[in-house]
């Protein structure tokens, strides 16, 4: 596009030239006719230039050449996928983090009441047609919770600017307030839905259409009816994240009695491999038992990792039954890096194993697996651990996950908690620390308060490493207890 405009502005220049050239043998019409040079130039320019300007060669060439450059990159270019993936974030974001609609629109990531959550240093608002976009992909999959506040706060900002033309505008006033319309008409309010497209009709009287649609809604109040019972139930948000999933609320005070057991220690956790340098840890929860490795990795082993997963970065999926799919309710992309990959993976599993004394090899443990949180990235209440013996988990023939070990391998400036539900709280994205919990009790059961979540990235671009260690190989590093029930 830059290469396109530097050619047309200097196409331009030419055709300017040109124009004045005209303009100043035009200024005098009686001289141009008596003096026989002046008609000479006059007519030549009229007869021999002017075909050049319309039918020049150099408006097509650099059309043709804008085009070959974008067929280069559209590959790589965002599609329709992509756009509503991240309509529905915006709309995410605003329901786990109480945000405002009009706030989001103005670039203030606040919560009515509450210091801001986020504070960009260069503050982004939203256009009209922004707005637009994002209702419509609620309204199109019958989501008019959704669609109601964005179409309204995009119907508010085209009639400031109604009139105007906009080339990045794919919508209007008009269009924003059919759907408007409907949305309300679904949501059981049809009194407003015939102010609003009255309101249209104002701009386009004569659209039969909605002309039918303001009959229709007149006889329908008339009767003293409802939208025959299709839209109260669709006021509610269509999303699965739990009322508690939003970090804030996942973070009260522990007990008293729990905070003589919580600190920081260096640990060696008697291996050779940590005499010189101890483990940082904090004991962030007895039961789930949940520990913080703070500077597990340096900067440089982050970026590698981050490096070597790149280029294989696919969406993430989940284990449905006995297969793979992916799933709404996991908005990330993976890869998976095999100890061979690299030093740097082979050094991490050596540090993994010594910080918790289990085995880790082959199969005894999974890949290194590396996922990529993007705008608005999360992952829904689950477990790490299988909870069916369908589960794919369970064709490694190494029993089921007894451990997880996450390293935060990026910082964000909001959100991307993980927060374990069920325990009530969250532990905060700490760069370069690795999370650790036991998934399974020592009778080998699930362990039900290890229900978590990866709630969604606010601002910022979240990178973590995954490794889940299996039970066969650990009989002896993690034994059963005496008592059954533990």
């Not at 230039?49 to 280069?72: C, F, K, M, Q």
């Not at 909605?210 to 003293?224: F, I, P």
């Amino acid at each position: 596009l830059r290469s396109y405009l530097r050619d047309e502005n200097s196409r331009l220049r030419r055709l300017r030239r040109f124009y004045e050239k005209v303009q100043e043998l035009h200024q005098d019409p009686e001289a141009s006719v008596d003096n026989p040079l002046l008609a000479f130039s006059l007519i030549k320019r009229l007869h021999s230039d002017w075909p050049n300007v319309i039918y020049s060669g150099e408006a097509t060439s650099n059309t043709h050449a804008l085009h070959a450059g974008l067929r280069e990159v559209e590959q790589e270019l965002p599609g329709a996928e992509d756009l509503d993936g991240a309509a529905r974030a915006l709309m995410r974001l605003q329901d786990v983090y109480a945000l405002s609609v009009k706030g989001l629109a103005n670039g203030v990531f606040q919560r009515t009441g509450h210091p801001p959550l986020y504070s960009p240093s260069r503050r982004a608002s939203l256009s009209a047609d922004d707005c637009f976009h994002v209702g419509k992909v609620a309204y199109d999959t019958g989501d008019h919770y959704h669609s109601i506040a964005w179409l309204e706060e995009a119907v508010s900002l085209f009639r400031l600017s109604y009139g105007s033309w906009n080339l990045e505008d794919r919508s209007s006033l008009e269009d924003a307030l059919d759907h408007l319309a409907f949305s309300y008409f679904m949501a059981g309010n049809i009194s407003h839905a015939l102010s609003l497209s009255r309101e249209f009709l104002r701009y386009d009287p004569g659209n039969q259409r909605v002309s039918r649609n303001v009959a229709k809604y007149q006889k329908l109040l008339e009767m003293g009816t409802g939208a025959s019972g299709t839209g109260r139930g669709a006021m509610v948000p269509q999303h699965h994240c739990p009322p508690l999933m939003p970090s804030l609320v996942l973070c009260p005070q522990p007990a008293p009695e729990r905070l003589l057991h919580l600190g920081c220690s260096y640990e060696t956790n008697s291996s050779p491999y940590l005499l010189l340098q101890p483990a940082k840890k904090e004991v962030v929860r007895i039961q789930p038992y949940v520990a913080l490795y703070h500077d597990f990795i340096t900067d440089a082993e982050a970026e590698t990792i981050k490096g070597l997963a790149g280029p294989w970065l696919q969406r993430s999926v989940v284990a449905s039954g006995e297969k793979q799919q992916k799933a709404e309710y996991r908005i990330s992309k993976s890869a998976w890096l095999k100890d061979t990959a690299d030093p740097v993976v082979r050094a991490l599993d050596q540090r993994m194993a010594a910080i918790t004394g289990l085995d880790l090899r082959p199969p005894y443990a999974e890949y290194l697996q590396v996922v990529n949180y993007g705008l608005g990235g999360h992952y829904e209440p689950h477990f790490d651990h299988a909870t069916s013996k369908k589960s794919p988990l369970y064709r490694m023939k190494s029993g089921n996950r007894i451990a997880t070990i996450m390293i935060y391998l990026s910082a964000v400036k909001a959100g991307g908690s993980t927060a374990f539900i069920y325990a009530n709280f969250s532990v905060p994205v700490v760069k370069n620390a690795a999370l650790f919990w036991w998934n399974l009790r020592r009778n080998g059961n699930g362990d039900g308060d290890t229900l978590h979540a990866g709630c969604p990235v606010l601002a910022g671009d979240k990178w973590v490493a995954n490794k889940w260690i299996h039970e066969h190989g650990q009989e002896f590093r993690r034994p059963c207890s005496a008592d059954p029930q533990d």
